[in-house]
């Protein structure tokens, strides 16, 4: 029902922008996230963003580089990625909570895109 795209290879520095579309059902009441996964480490959080937009949420390792945004609308979230370096390669997830304020932890999240590779060369 989530499907993220936008994921590819890119040098550090420069900038890509994940989108994630759902299916199936509405996410607009829904807070909506991204995680990511990185190989031998445990998922984690990126950013959130609440059901209207209003509200968002970054971890400290993506402030001020990272832009979560979504399209009621069109059921979509976005991350634009900018300044990335190797250390934000990882498999991206989106995911969607019930739930109305904007959770950092998997367990509160309730559905998952399949992931998109992001690499970031230096």
């Known amino acids: 029902q989530l499907v993220e795209s936008g994921g590819g290879l890119v040098q550090a520095g420069g900038s890509l922008r994940l989108s994630c579309g759902a299916s199936g059902r509405s996410f607009s009441t829904y807070s909506l996230g991204w995680f990511r996964q990185a190989p031998g480490k445990e998922r984690e959080f990126v950013a959130g963003i609440s059901w209207s937009g209003r509200i968002t949420e970054y971890a400290d390792s993506v402030k001020d580089r990272f832009t979560i945004s979504r399209d009621n609308s069109k059921n979509t979230v976005s991350l634009q990625m900018n300044s990335l370096k190797p250390e934000d390669t990882a498999v991206y997830y989106c995911?969607?909570?019930?739930?109305?304020?904007?959770?950092?932890?998997?367990?509160?999240?309730?559905?998952w895109g399949q992931g998109t590779q992001v690499t970031v060369s230096s």
């Open positions: 995911a969607a909570d019930s739930r109305a304020r904007v959770g950092r932890a998997t367990y509160e999240y309730d559905y």
